[in-house]
């Protein structure tokens, strides 16, 4: 996060509002238009005190003219009102849509390593609960300090007009009231900083256990987990307690002031009319006038807490715009129309940086991750207004080797499969070959080019993955499918599913393709997800495909039909498989055994038996969890070669 305090940060966010500099001024503006009613108000009470009502009948006034210029006053402040407020819901809604939109294109932008280390409620968090607070920063805080601040001039120039002394009296409590504002001003904005990093903590676990209800459910947890609930939200209301405290506080010690201004006001001015020196229309006048002064200062303590609170939201969101992404592309990339599907790693290594958030240390809840740190200021007592700079995040740095100069050639529609014990590095192998992540160390090179000079987009234009637990987003059967090709014609969907061996099922609902199948797919059974998964895959018609553990977990009859599947899908594909079930890469063209990292052994199958080395523990660990029937007839199997 930038370090140069509140007005820079203000200073970026307005770059947000420059699409919107004449709404701004119209509001402004119209703002100023507004003055007619408290200007003109106090005026005509003095004319109507000092002149009509006396009977005075030297004066031009008459209590008709009065009312009528009173009523027309009043009428036109409500017209200019209504149209003003219009305009500002305009903007800041306009404005809601753009910083989201912006927002959430840089978040599309990041890396994996980017979502690997946080939750997805605290990134929700960012876009739709801060956003909506730092609207505000505009529409309800700068814009109406603006407009007050033109009524302050008005209101202080009347006074002088009226009686500089007087005036001058009433100006007594601004230099306590500065001091006041700028010692519980810098504690409302911390304040209000612990309530936002709270609220994303408990956003990221709620919206993780609500996904994972099932698992609460099936272990019993429920009470922890509303018990951890309960105490995420209780520092929450005391952390947001504490804000209005803060700013509550700060807004009567600002009505007390002003109420004491204005007895003041009263003792000198009631004086000045029992001495003959003022009448009793121009003291009505004066007070008016004042409580117009007064009454911006009033305002401010309670815009200043919409102010606060949005600076709050603005430092989050641009902590999110100054990470930068990681992959990115050159200025002039080469252009990739086709794509054989050749792919080469040439001594590949690459090591997983992960930064996490280090526990809260501060009071109340230490070292406990479920409630944010406590941020005070550095200063009891303030004579000039401090820059308050967001505090660094604690941030713990974890690291990981997971390859170590990988090398190995992939030719075009070849089959490969990679084969090793879990966190070997397999994962990482594919999520380098759709480009989530770039080597540290040497280059990933498709079709004899290193990845890095293609365009990323047209890099995974080429890829389809199938994945274990694939993801299928709510809404119908035929938009998910169809998201593999948006362009893709009715037949071509249907085609698809058909060679996908989904057809068939789908077709058995009483909607069809129509069928609304739920968030992630819940509706559906494994095998049937696989095969939708399978399906849309298949429409992209990609050069390179990814199968990771694509058919595990599965019963026998859904594993025969999203293999059969498979199979028409990797035709004339290059296609990398990682399986930890052997029985389904012994036909691959190429085998790789990845051991911590590192390419320990590589050939087709019947070679690497022959090795004895890891692959043959591997296989024969897996033929002596078989049942006897199974082994039995993968031990013939493997006889016969």
């Known amino acids: ?87 500002m819901a305009r903007m800041g809604n306009s404005m809601v849509i753009d910083i989201r939109f912006q927002l959430y294109e840089h978040m599309q932008r990041l890396s994996q390593r980017f979502y690997d280390s946080r939750q997805v409620g605290s990134i929700v968090s960012r876009i739709l609960n801060d956003v909506n607070g730092a609207q505000n920063l505009v529409g309800a805080g700068v814009i109406n300090l603006v407009i007050d601040l033109f009524l302050v001039l008005f209101a202080g120039f009347m006074l002088f007009q009226m009686d500089w002394k007087l005036a001058l009296l009433a100006l007594w409590l601004l230099p306590v009231y500065y001091l006041t504002f700028t010692n519980i001003n810098v504690r409302i904005r911390y304040a209000w900083r612990s309530v936002h990093r709270q ?38 209301y005391a952390y947001a307690m504490k804000a ?3 700013s509550n506080t700060l807004g009567r010690i600002s009505q007390t002031f002003q109420d004491f201004g204005g007895l003041v006001i009263w003792f000198a001015g009631g004086s000045m009319v029992i001495a003959g020196k003022m009448s009793i229309g121009e003291l009505i006048a004066f007070q008016a006038y004042l409580a117009q002064l007064y009454g911006p200062i009033q305002r401010f303590s309670d815009v200043n807490v919409t102010i606060q609170n949005s600076l709050a939201n603005v430092e989050r969101i641009f902590e999110v715009f100054d990470i930068e992404p990681e992959i990115r592309n050159i200025d002039h990339p080469v252009p990739l129309k086709s794509c054989r599907g050749e792919v080469q790693f040439d001594k590949v290594s690459f ?49 990981r080797e997971a390859l170590q100069r990988v090398s190995f050639h992939a030719r075009s529609g070849e089959v490969v499969a990679l ?7 397999k994962s990482t192998i594919v999520n380098m070959i759709s480009r989530f992540y770039d080597p540290d160390e040497g280059c990933v090179l498709l079709d004899g080019i290193d990845m890095r000079q293609y365009d990323v987009h047209d890099v995974r234009s080429h890829i389809a993955l199938v994945l274990q637990d694939n993801v299928l987003f709510s809404g119908t059967v035929y938009e998910n499918i169809a998201y593999g090709n948006p362009r893709a014609s009715e037949e071509q969907v249907q085609a698809a599913a058909q060679a996908a061996n989904a057809h068939d099922f789908i077709r058995e609902w009483e909607q069809g393709y129509g069928t609304v199948i739920g968030e992630r797919g819940v509706r559906l059974s494994g095998g049937q997800k696989q095969r939708i998964a399978i399906a849309r895959a298949l429409l992209k018609d990609p050069r390179i495909l990814i199968l990771d553990e694509a058919t595990s977990a599965l019963d026998a009859e859904s594993e025969f039909l ?30 790789l055994v990845v051991d911590r990292g590192c390419i320990v052994e590589s050939g087709r199958h019947p070679e690497l038996l022959a090795m004895n080395g890891l692959y043959r523990q591997l296989y024969e660990k897996q033929l002596k969890a078989m049942k006897p029937d199974q082994w039995l007839e993968a031990a013939a199997a493997h006889e016969g070669k």
């Open 351 to 399: 090591e997983y940086v992960t930064e996490r958030p280090e526990p809260p240390k501060a009071e109340p809840a230490r070292g406990d991750r479920d409630v944010a740190e406590v941020q005070r200021p550095e200063k009891r007592f303030y004579w000039i207004p401090p820059r308050i700079r967001p505090a660094p995040a604690k941030i713990a740095v974890e690291k």
């Open 419 to 425: 084969v090793g014990p879990s966190g070997a590095g």
């Open 562 to 591: 999203v293999t059969q599947a498979l199979e028409r899908l990797m035709k004339d594909r290059t296609t990398f498989v990682i399986a930890h079930r052997l029985a389904t890469v012994v036909r691959a063209d190429q085998i």
């Open 1 to 87: 996060m930038n370090k140069d305090g509140s007005s820079k940060l203000v200073r970026r966010y307005f770059q947000f509002l420059k699409p919107y500099r004449l709404m701004i001024l119209t509001i402004v503006g119209l703002g100023v238009l507004q003055f007619a009613v408290p200007l003109t108000v106090p005026w005509m009470t003095k004319v109507l005190i000092d002149e009509v009502l006396p009977g005075n009948a030297e004066t031009a006034w008459t209590l008709q003219k009065v009312i009528l210029v009173l009523a027309s006053v009043y009428v036109f402040g409500t017209a200019v009102n209504y149209v003003r407020q219009w305009v």
């Open 199 to 236: 609220m994303e903590r408990m956003s990221g676990v709620l919206v993780e256990r609500i996904a994972g209800m099932k698992i609460v459910q099936a272990f019993n947890r429920e009470r922890m987990e509303l018990d951890r609930f309960k105490k995420q939200a209780s520092a929450h």
């Open 244 to 246: 209005q405290f803060l």
